[in-house]
């Protein structure tokens, strides 16, 4: 269960920080860049929900065995938001929209449409 909710907060991660490329912002805004404040408030969102994902991992296994899951995981998250972005940039909308109603909790200053 911890697997799954770690690759679930790596997921949420990597969609941060795949909107901030302006061709994946393109995709799901039609517009063609994303002002500079909110591409950082987007990096530092995503950099958080990978730090975050670190937790279960460390806390189902020990330290040392943590931090190789959560690697493996990060590994696997990647290849994941690559694989969407290349073949089914409607699952990426999908998962953008679902992660964004916890975007709108967490970040309520944050105007991306």
């Known amino acids: 269960m911890m697997l799954i909710l770690a690759l679930i907060l790596i997921l949420t991660g990597f969609l941060h ?4 490329i302006n061709s994946h912002f393109r995709l ?5 860049t994303l002002p500079h404040s909110s591409a950082r408030m987007l990096q530092a969102a995503g950099l958080g929900w ?4 670190l937790w279960p ?5 020990s ?3 943590g931090l ?6 990060l590994h696997l998250g990647a290849l994941l938001i690559t694989a969407c972005l ?5 699952w990426f909308r999908l998962g953008w929209r679902y992660v964004g109603q916890l975007r709108r909790l967490l970040l309520p200053g944050l105007q991306l449409s």
């Open 86 to 90: 290349t073949w089914k940039p409607d």
């Open 50 to 53: 990978l730090a975050l994902a």
């Open 57 to 61: 991992c460390i806390n189902a296994w």
């Open 28 to 32: 799901l805004y039609g517009r063609q």
């Open 63 to 65: 330290v040392q065995v």
């Open 68 to 73: 190789v899951v959560w690697v493996g995981l």
């Open 17 to 20: 920080m795949a909107v901030t």
